[in-house]
């Protein structure tokens, strides 16, 4: 599997911008290398992980947390938490989303924006932002934050990504609830 890096000196961005990576996978197998790279202590510590953003958190009910979770409730989650990432010096922080249609994904842009923005004040932190396939929910929350503390409107969002990503399978694969971006303007101020 091959997953190329990019860093921020590779595209001119506004002077305002925080360095930052994204990783993304050249092939359809982009499922596996998010989930997976998540679950990878080795590779995260390889990798100089500070922070990690997970979109696909299980809903912490009383069956999850007293272990008697179903398989059908965990489905489309990745099960990680600030207990798995222990002594790696990772900052932790869960979303828990559902694949259905008519999420509103909306309700997590602010604590995702103020989560990305507090980690990426050090210019040595790098933040994973996962979901189970890497291309709805953690796209999503990324462009939000992109529009809510670098003041973009959702089209220059969208280009950027895109540029940085140099492909377009980020806006073909996008969910309806990708669409709740729009309603972010006029941009939103992080406190």
């Given at each position: 599997m091959y997953c190329r890096s990019i860093k921020h000196s590779d595209i001119p961005l506004p002077s305002a911008f925080i360095p930052l990576q994204i990783l993304f996978s050249e092939r359809l197998t982009?499922?596996?290398v998010f989930r997976e790279t998540a679950r990878d202590r080795d590779k995260l510590k390889e990798m100089g992980i500070t922070h990690i953003l997970n979109?696909?958190?299980?809903?912490?009910n009383?069956?999850?947390?007293l272990g008697m979770a179903r398989e059908k409730d965990l489905l489309g989650t990745v099960n990680t938490g600030s207990r798995y990432y222990r002594?790696?010096?990772?900052?932790?922080?869960g979303l828990p989303s559902s694949y259905r249609h008519c999420f509103d994904i909306s309700k997590y842009f602010m604590p995702a924006a103020r989560f990305i923005d507090k980690a990426l004040r050090n210019p040595m932190s790098k933040v994973l932002i996962h979901c189970t396939q890497g291309l709805s929910h953690s796209a999503t929350l990324f462009l939000a934050y992109l529009m809510i503390c670098h003041d973009m409107m959702v089209e220059e969002a969208f280009d950027r990504v895109i540029k940085i990503r140099q492909t377009r399978r980020v806006c073909a694969h996008q969910r309806p609830s990708g669409v709740a971006l729009t309603r972010v303007h006029p941009p939103l101020q992080v406190t």
């Open positions: 982009q499922a596996v979109a696909a958190a299980p809903k912490k009383l069956k999850f947390l002594g790696l010096h990772i900052t932790y922080c």
